[in-house]
């Protein structure tokens, strides 16, 4: 292949960015290509590209499988990013970006025309942002983990809380950054400051922040930080495709994620928009992985079996499967196949593998739709005994009530998110307060025990049940507070056994909401104090087998930290906290305040063997 390194592509403001591009060797040109755009040098193994056998490929390997098969492999560093011209500023310029390289690739003699992106995490962001702009020749896509539906609902924040992700992975790339890269005493100054300590010291306010190093990562952080209400800040093209949905191509995509991932919601959003809006063939792979390790069969502590890797059982390869996605979508041959393929976590044998973990277990499952066939509502009822009830509550005034003190926040125990290093991780735990977890009590403790979280689960269960789908909490709260929080995460309780005398509480999803934002993203509301209001909580989507003799259980609280920022509890504006107080904080059980915990189920019959 013939390769023509750092080409510098002119934007419209007249920055230029660095592409590696690689022709075919052989062949009659013109050529459709491929291109990947990705703010983690392009000239650096992807971590997308880690096979099930070890391999690491590098870019120069996959532009020859690619070049071989008659395609042009392009890949670009981002504004500001190693070799290209500019300032990073996260997301904000990857949509007119995108859509200037793909402009300047049309026009070139060796391009027929078509072309797929391709990429992980941000560089899925990249791809979904300039398809919101319908750049020309942009003719197929494969998001992988990533592509935001709404920044501000799944990415940066959720349920109105801010996602503490954005920190840990700003504080980590500013040592990547032109400035840290070029002056060897900021970069040492960045290595210097300690990470957890800064987390106990939130919120970060300019200058007083591990990331003053490098002020343009610092102020881009706080910015994000700041802005709680979705405004127009959030309505941009790269953070925000649901306003765009209308004009994007009609063209087919291959969309991956995992039930770990930090991007469930948008990927099964976005699904379902090239699917309502247009024609083409769209495929949906869901695996129970951690972001982006398609082959890696445990997340956190639980097993999932060697049947869940992707390698040898969605296909025989990541990149044979992308490579047969292009071959199919952008050449005159057969039509990219629509179908989903989606991982039913559960049915293992829950004892202890060689490892020291769960063995959970689980199956692929081919379907033609998502979601899946057969599909039905269950909503299950909180009491105030702390059970989960197919019955509705009949008491006049029942409630349950807890302290939510903002100096003592509920820990992160795993959960679906990504880029935590080195202050929190995700994934499926035990749900204990274990020493190695930044921010618990440290004594192995039940989390479920803290006087500031509610538990309430289902008896033993007679049948298997396949929770399947969206998962939504109905609250009835008040607090005497301003404003607060409330999260509530979904768990999958083992029952005692030789190798978990105690059982094992393995979370499947969680999720947070603001209170001031109950009615209204764009308008928020204060509390009235001791006025009963609604409240809704959105979990991400799961695919669960609870097996028979297990209980489901649902855990409500007021913070998840460090995974979301801590309500001050006092209604200041998001990134403030001057003033923290501790909330009195009430969930109402009754007839006419009724909680509740909807779930999507699939009867067993209805599963797609």
């Not at 479920?448 to 929770?467: A, G, H, K, W």
Request: charged share 20%; net charge negative; glycine share 8%.
């Amino acid at each position: 292949m013939q390769t023509l390194y750092d080409q510098m592509i002119p934007m419209r403001d007249g920055v230029r960015l660095a592409t590696d591009i690689y022709l075919p060797a052989t062949g009659e040109g013109p050529f459709p290509v491929v291109i990947e755009r990705t703010p983690y040098d392009k000239c650096k193994p992807s971590r997308s590209e880690k096979q099930l056998d070890g391999q690491h490929l590098s870019r120069e390997q996959m532009a020859a499988r690619f070049t071989a098969q008659g395609f042009v492999a392009i890949f670009q560093d981002c504004r500001g990013r190693y070799a290209s011209e500019g300032v990073f500023t996260k997301y904000i310029a990857e949509g007119e970006d995108g859509f200037d390289t793909l402009a300047w690739i049309v026009r070139q003699p060796w391009c027929n025309g078509k072309i797929g992106s391709m990429g992980l995490s941000y560089a899925a962001h990249t791809q979904l942002a300039m398809a919101c702009l319908h750049p020309p020749g942009l003719s197929s896509m494969v998001l992988d983990s990533g592509g935001f539906a709404n920044a501000y609902q799944c990415g940066i924040r959720q349920g109105g809380a801010f996602e503490l992700k954005q920190a840990t992975w700003a504080f980590r790339q500013a040592k990547e950054s032109p400035t840290a890269l070029a002056n060897p005493a900021i970069r040492e100054a960045l290595e210097q400051e300690d990470i957890h300590q800064w987390f106990t010291r939130m919120p970060w306010q300019p200058g007083q922040s591990p990331l003053r190093h490098v002020p343009e990562y610092e102020a881009y952080l706080l910015e994000q930080w700041a802005q709680g209400d979705f405004s127009e800040y959030w309505q941009k093209v790269g953070l925000y495709a649901e306003g765009h949905y209308p004009q994007l191509p009609d063209i087919p995509v291959l969309f991956m994620s995992s039930w770990y991932d930090a991007y469930v919601s948008s990927t099964l959003a976005n699904y379902r928009a090239f699917n309502q809006n247009g024609t083409a063939p769209q495929r949906l792979v869901m695996g129970p992985w951690l972001h982006g390790d398609r082959n890696i069969s445990h997340s956190g502590d639980v097993e999932f079996g060697p049947d869940a890797a992707f390698d040898g059982q969605v296909d025989e390869d990541w990149l044979s499967c992308r490579l047969a996605w292009f071959e199919q979508s952008l050449k005159p041959s057969p039509h990219a196949q629509a179908r989903v393929q989606v991982f039913l976590m559960g049915g293992g044998s829950g004892t202890r593998d060689h490892n020291g973990r769960l063995q959970h277990g689980g199956r692929w499952i081919q379907s033609a739709q998502w979601p899946l066939p057969g599909s039905q509502a269950m909503t299950l009822y909180l009491n105030a005994q702390g059970q989960l009830s197919r019955t509705a509550p009949d008491e006049p005034d029942a409630h349950l009530s807890y302290l939510a003190d903002p100096a003592n926040p509920v820990p992160t125990l795993g959960g679906a998110l990504t880029s935590g290093g080195p202050v929190f991780v995700g994934g499926a735990f035990d749900q204990r307060e274990r020493a190695d977890f930044f921010g618990t009590q440290g004594d192995n403790s039940a989390l479920s025990q803290r006087e500031d979280v509610l538990s309430f689960q289902t008896p033993p269960l007679d049948d298997d049940l396949i929770v399947a789908g969206d998962v939504q909490i109905e609250l009835w709260i008040d607090s005497d507070a301003p404003d607060t929080d409330f999260t509530a995460k979904l768990v999958d309780v083992y029952p005692p056994s030789a190798d978990y005398p105690d059982g094992f509480a393995m979370n499947i999803t969680d999720g947070i909401r603001r209170c001031r934002y109950r009615d209204d993203w764009e308008q928020p509301t204060p509390l009235t104090p001791g006025e009963r209001v609604k409240v809704l909580i959105e979990p991400f989507a799961t695919c669960n087998q609870f097996k028979r003799g297990h209980r489901l259980r649902l855990d409500i609280a007021s913070s998840n930290f460090p995974r979301f920022d801590v309500n001050p509890n006092s209604g200041e504006p998001s990134g403030q906290a001057r003033q923290p107080q501790i909330a009195r904080n009430t969930v109402h059980l009754s007839r006419d305040a009724a909680s509740c915990l909807r779930l999507t189920v699939v009867p067993t019959a209805h599963l797609p063997i």
